[in-house]
DNA sequence: ATTTTATCGGTAGTTATATACCGTTTATAT
DNA sequence: ATATAAACGGTATATAACTACCGATAAAAT
């Protein structure tokens, strides 16, 4: 449906929040019922909920209480080894670096500072 | 791989980060290159992709720097609505509701509070 | 239509995260 | 093996989220 690459930071939150409640609707919880399950305060799963700011610590204990946690390796998934990579002796990758007379990205095209 | 339900809150940023970190890494961004293009500062997306505590915008600014909002959609999948009840005239669910006899799921079982 | 109660928004005080620095460690191109 | 800069951890101050309340609104069972 929609696209989320054209929304904004707060509608991002809201998007994020509106799902994590009909998650709970669907399991027919409460918000008091899964506060106390998570382990937070109710206010903060209304905020949480309605996208009015959050941390990741409650995010994570409200998908625990919900059971949902296997969503979460769907959040940044893993980006698929390359079958060549996998051949030739390939180490996890701890470190992005540049060939030593290349300048950062950033330097080389001015990065479009998204502040909204 | 991984069982996620049984890891701690602490272990489970700690996944979530590694996870944002690989992302970036896959895309070739250095730190301060993707904190300026989300719009946080670099210690804030240190702490981040280390598990040590962030806010619920700072991960969706970075995952937005990253390209990978697409996963959002998949943290809650929207529960599939069943063909019977797209038949029968179905509304979107707004609120959670017992039988007026019945007591709260907590009241009933009494919450596991996982305080950690 | 009425009643019940899940959901909601606001506030004051507390706790955690964000920012802007610092110097240090370490992966990796050479 | 060495040099370079990406990544890291710590600190002080500013900002935002969390908690524990309050009363108000409105969805849904009757």
Redesign the pocket.
Known sequence: MEDLSLKSLVELQAVLGEQL?QL??AKN????T??EKA????????????G???????MLRVLKALDSLSGLQLIAPAPSISPLALLRHT?V?????????ES?AADVQPAARGIE
């Open positions: 409640k709970r609707i919880l409460d918000q008091i899964t506060a382990g937070i305060s109710e206010k903060a799963l209304r905020n949480l909920e309605a009015r700011g959050s941390t990741v610590e409650s180490r990758r701890r470190r992005v670096r540049r060939s030593r007379k950062r």
